[in-house]
C-alpha cells in the first residue's frame, strides 16, 4: 500500500509539473495579434496586474455577475487555498510561522470549501441552464473536491489519522525515501482523490488557473493607439506582401 | 418588410431570465454566399470535399495563431455565469444562444481531436465528432452572434464568445462555406470602395446636395469636400451616412463641426467607408485588406489626421487594430492620436467653448443614450478608461437639455447589443435581430414610459439601422433613432448663420 501510493504520488506531482509547464509554455508562446482586453480596460502595465488580482483573489467578473455563483466559488476556492497553505505542514520541517498560524482557520476552511463545492453542485443541477452546460466531467470534479474535503474532515473530526507518520511519509517521499503510510480508510480515499485531481489536472477544465493569467481580453493594457502592437506571424505576412 | 412569420416577444417590465428551450432557433440561417463572393475573399467558392480534414486543420491553425482561442477553448469550466448575458438568448430561450452553449458547438470538436480526455473519453467531457450536422450548426448559431463581448464582461476567466465566433466563422470560410451578407459586402468595399456600393460620382452628388440643404438651411456654407488633397484631416465615416437616415443626419453634424473648427477636411472615394468586415468573419488577412485602404488613402491626400465617423465595429477595429493591421502611422502629425473618434474631436472643441451651441434646439425630445456594444467593450476615447462611455453623454448634454439614461444594467460595460452587429444586419436575419433586440427594446420602453424619453441616441451605423427596423416591431417610432452628431447639428449655430433661434427647430427633424 505504501509502495503504491508512494509511486502513485511521484508519477502525479510529474504528469502535474510537466502537464502544467507545457500548457504555460503553449499559452506563452501562442501570440495575441490583436488588441482586445474588455474595455473599460487599465491604461498602464500596472493597472493589469491590479485587474488581474482582482480577477484572481475577488472573481471581480464573477461578482458582476450572479451573486450566489460568485459566493460559492469563491468560499470554495478561498476556502481551498487555506487548506492548502494549511497542508504546507507536511512538507515542511520545521513549519513555517505563517503556517503554524493559520492553522486553526484551515479548518473552518475546510468547511468553507465544502460548503461552496455543495452549493455549486446544488446549483448544477437544479439551474436549468448550468445543467445543460454541464458534462458528466463537470459533476465529476465537484463529487472529487467534495470528498477530498469530507475525507479530510474526517480525518481531524472523526477517525483521527496519525499526521506524524503521514508527514514522515511525505517527506521521506520528498527525498525519494519510501516510508510507511497509515492505513486508514479516510486517508486512502483523501489521498487517493488528490492524486487523481493532480494527474487530471492538466487535461481539464482546471486549466482555467494558468488560463486566467493567459487570458487577453484581462491581461493586455489597453494602449493599441499609443503603441503599435504586433504578432510575429502578422510581421511575416506583411513583410511578405510588401 | 414585416413579414413576420414569427412572433415578437412581448415588452415587460423585466426581461426574465427565461427557461431554455431546446432548438427554438436551430431553423435559423442566412443565405450562404455565392461562389464568386468567396473567392474574391481567397476562400473556396464552395464547400470542399475534404471539409473534415481541412476545417480541423484551419482549428488547428487558428488556435496555434490566436492565444484568446486556444485558452479560451480550454479554460472555461461551466460556471455558467455567461448563461444569461446574450441578448440572442433572453429573446429566443435557445440553450445554444447561451454564449457557453455557442462556444460548446466547437469546444466539442476541439475536445475529440485535441484534447487527451475527448480522444479517449469523449462521452465524459462532452466531446463531440465533426459531421456534416456539425458544420449546419456553427452556420446557424455563429451567425446569431453579434460580437458584442457582454458575455466576457461577466466570465472569470474574460472568455469572449466573440472571439470564438469569428474564428468559427474563419473555420467556415476556408472550406468554402461563408456567409452572403458579409462577404457579399466586404467584395462590394474593395471593388467600389464602401459596402453599399456607392460609386465616387453617386457620392461627390450626395455630399454636393447636403451642402445645398446647409446652406438653404442656414445660409453657411458648409462644405462637405470629397478627395480633396491637402486637407488636415481624412474622415472616414460608414457608407449609411451618404445617404439614409438618421445617418446622413450626422454626417452633416460632422461637417458643421468640422467648420466651426476651422480645420480642413474630406472624404476620400476611395476609402469611403469605416466599417470592416473582415472582423466579422474572423480574417487578419481580410480584414488588414479592407484596413490598407484607409493608409493608402491618407497618403494619397497627404492629410495629417484621421477621424472616423459614429460607428461601433468600424470604431473597434478603427481604435484596437488599425495601428496593427495599416500602421505605423508616422506619416501623421504626431500630436494626435490616430486614429480619432469624431466625438472625441467635438468635445475638444465644445470644452475649448469652440462651438456655439443652443441647447434649446433640442428641447422637443427628451433623449437617452444607447451604448453601442463594440465603443463600450472593445474600445475606447479620451485618455481615461471609460472615456467612451463619457464623452459620448458628455456631448449630448452639451447639446441638450434632456437627458436620462436607461437601467444600469443595460448601458455602460453591460449595454446590450442592438440586435443586428457582427454581420447580422440582413433581411434572412430579421428574426433573430427582432428577438435579440428585447433587453434593449425594454429598457427603452421603461425610460419612455416612465421618464417621458423620446428619442434614443446612438453612435454606430448598424445600430441606427437595426433600430430604424426593429422599433416598430415593439410599438414604438422608427425615427425615434437619432445620431449624437445630428443632436450636436441642430444646436450649433454656425459663424454668420442669419437666424439663430426660431428657424432651425423644425429643419432636419422629420423623416
Ligand atoms: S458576444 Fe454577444 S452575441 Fe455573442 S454570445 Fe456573447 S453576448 Fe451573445
Ligand atoms: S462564464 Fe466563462 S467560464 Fe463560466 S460558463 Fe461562461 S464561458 Fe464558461
Redesign the interface.
Known amino acids: 500500500m505504501s509502495l503504491f501510493y508512494a509511486l502513485l504520488f511521484i508519477v502525479a506531482t510529474l504528469v502535474l509539473v510537466i502537464g502544467l509547464a507545457r ?1 504555460i509554455i ?2 506563452a508562446r ?7 482586453p ?6 498602464t502595465q500596472t ?1 493589469v496586474v491590479l485587474r488581474l488580482f482582482r ?1 484572481v483573489v475577488f ?1 471581480e ?2 461578482f ?3 451573486k450566489w ?1 460568485w459566493l460559492f ?1 469563491w468560499m470554495f476556492h478561498l476556502g481551498l487555498f487555506l487548506v492548502l497553505l494549511r497542508h504546507l505542514r507536511y512538507f515542511t520541517d520545521p513549519v513555517w510561522l505563517p503556517i503554524q498560524l493559520i492553522q486553526p482557520f484551515g479548518v473552518y476552511a475546510g468547511y468553507a470549501m465544502v460548503i461552496g463545492l455543495i452549493g455549486l453542485l446544488v ?2 443541477i437544479f ?4 445543467r ?7 459533476f ?1 470534479w465537484l463529487l472529487i473536491l467534495i470528498f477530498i474535503g469530507f475525507s479530510g474532515l474526517m480525518m481531524k473530526f472523526v477517525v483521527h489519522t496519525d499526521v506524524v507518520m503521514v508527514k514522515q511519509f511525505f517527506i521521506g517521499l520528498m527525498g525519494l525515501n519510501i516510508g510507511t503510510l497509515p492505513v486508514d480508510f479516510p486517508l486512502i480515499v483523501h489521498l487517493f482523490l488528490v492524486a487523481l485531481l493532480m494527474l ?1 489536472f492538466p ?3 482546471l ?2 488557473l494558468p ?2 493569467f ?5 491581461n493586455q493594457v ?1 494602449n ?3 503603441k ?4 510575429p ?2 510581421k511575416a ?1 506583411e513583410e511578405q506582401q510588401n | 418588410m414585416a413579414k413576420a412569420d414569427f412572433e415578437t416577444p412581448e415588452l415587460q417590465e423585466f426581461v426574465d ?1 427565461p ?2 428551450a431546446e432548438g427554438t432557433m436551430a431553423h435559423l440561417s442566412p443565405f450562404v454566399a455565392k461562389a464568386d463572393h468567396n473567392s474574391d475573399l481567397n476562400f473556396p467558392g464552395e464547400l470542399v470535399d475534404d471539409w473534415h480534414e481541412k476545417a480541423l486543420a484551419k482549428l488547428d491553425d487558428l ?6 482561442l ?3 477553448l ?12 446574450c441578448h440572442y438568448f433572453l429573446g429566443t430561450k435557445d ?1 445554444k444562444n ?1 454564449p ?2 455557442r462556444q ?1 458547438l466547437l469546444r466539442k470538436v476541439y475536445r475529440r481531436y485535441f ?3 475527448g480522444k479517449y473519453f469523449p ?4 466531446a463531440e465528432d465533426l459531421t456534416r450536422e456539425t458544420l449546419d450548426e456553427w452556420y446557424s448559431y455563429y451567425h446569431q452572434c453579434s460580437q458584442c ?1 457582454r458575455c ?9 464568445t466573440a ?1 470564438i465566433s469569428m474564428a468559427a466563422r474563419e473555420i467556415l470560410d476556408s472550406i468554402g462555406y461563408g456567409q452572403k451578407y458579409c462577404n457579399e459586402i466586404i467584395t462590394k468595399l474593395l471593388k467600389v470602395g464602401n459596402n453599399l456600393g456607392l460609386p465616387g460620382p453617386a457620392l461627390a452628388d450626395t455630399l454636393e446636395g447636403l451642402e445645398e440643404d446647409v446652406e438653404d438651411d442656414t445660409g453657411v456654407a458648409v462644405k462637405y469636400p470629397l478627395d480633396v488633397k491637402g486637407a488636415e484631416i481624412l474622415l472616414v465615416t460608414p457608407s449609411a451616412d451618404f445617404f439614409a437616415e438618421p445617418h446622413v443626419d450626422g454626417l452633416i453634424g460632422y461637417g458643421k463641426v468640422f467648420h466651426e473648427a476651422g480645420v480642413t477636411w474630406t472624404i476620400s472615394s476611395y476609402a469611403s467607408e469605416a466599417a470592416n468586415f473582415g472582423m466579422f468573419i474572423g480574417s ?2 481580410n480584414m ?1 485588406r479592407v484596413a490598407l485602404r484607409i493608409r493608402k488613402a491618407a497618403l494619397d491626400l497627404g492629410v495629417k489626421r484621421i477621424v472616423f465617423g459614429e460607428c461601433g465595429h468600424a470604431w473597434r477595429v478603427a ?3 488599425l ?2 493591421l495599416a ?2 502611422f508616422d506619416f501623421l502629425d504626431p500630436n494626435y ?3 480619432q473618434h469624431i466625438l472625441e474631436f467635438t468635445w475638444e472643441q465644445i470644452q475649448q467653448g469652440k462651438l456655439k451651441l443652443d441647447k434649446s434646439a433640442n428641447d422637443d425630445k427628451v433623449l437617452t443614450f444607447h451604448d453601442s456594444c463594440n465603443v ?5 476615447m479620451g ?4 472615456g ?2 463619457e464623452i459620448p453623454r458628455n456631448v449630448i448634454k452639451a447639446v441638450c437639455n434632456n437627458f436620462v439614461d436607461m437601467h444600469h444594467d443595460t448601458i455602460g ?2 449595454t446590450f447589443c442592438c440586435g443586428g452587429g457582427g454581420g447580422l444586419l440582413t433581411d434572412d436575419l430579421m428574426e433573430i435581430r427582432v428577438k435579440g433586440a428585447l433587453p434593449r427594446m425594454t429598457a427603452l420602453k421603461n425610460v419612455i414610459e416612465e421618464q417621458n424619453v423620446t428619442h434614443m441616441a446612438a453612435v454606430c451605423a448598424i445600430c441606427k439601422s437595426q433600430f430604424t427596423k426593429v422599433l416598430p416591431y415593439y410599438g414604438m417610432e422608427m425615427d425615434q433613432i437619432v445620431s449624437v452628431h445630428q443632436l450636436v447639428s441642430e444646436a450649433i449655430i454656425l459663424t454668420g448663420q442669419e437666424s439663430d433661434e426660431e428657424e432651425d427647430d423644425n429643419g432636419e427633424e422629420d423623416e
Not at chain 1, 228 to 231: D, L, N, P, V
Not at chain 2, 123 to 126: A, F, R, S, Y
Not at chain 2, 383 to 386: A, S
Open positions: 500548457k503553449q499559452y501562442t501570440p495575441a495579434p490583436l488588441k482586445i474588455t474595455t473599460p480596460a487599465p491604461v493597472g480577477e472573481f467578473s464573477l458582476k455577475s450572479t455563483t466559488g446549483r448544477r439551474v436549468d441552464r448550468v445543460y452546460i454541464s458534462a458528466p466531467s463537470d465529476l487530471l487535461f481539464s477544465k486549466l482555467h488560463g486566467i493567459f487570458s487577453p481580453t484581462r489597453d493599441p493607439r499609443e503599435r502592437h504586433i504578432a506571424w502578422a505576412m | 431570465v427557461e431554455i488556435r496555434s495563431r490566436y492565444r484568446s486556444q485558452v479560451f480550454d479554460s472555461c469550466v461551466k460556471c455558467g455565469s455567461c448563461t444569461d448575458k440553450p447561451m457557453v452553449g460548446d484534447t487527451f480526455a462521452k465524459l467531457v462532452g463581448r466576457s464582461v461577466f466570465c472569470p476567466y474574460g472568455i469572449d472571439e487578419y488577412e488588414r481604435y484596437a487594430f495601428n496593427t500602421g505605423p492620436p490616430v486614429p463600450a467593450r472593445a474600445t475606447r485618455n481615461k478608461p471609460g467612451q462611455l460595460e453591460r
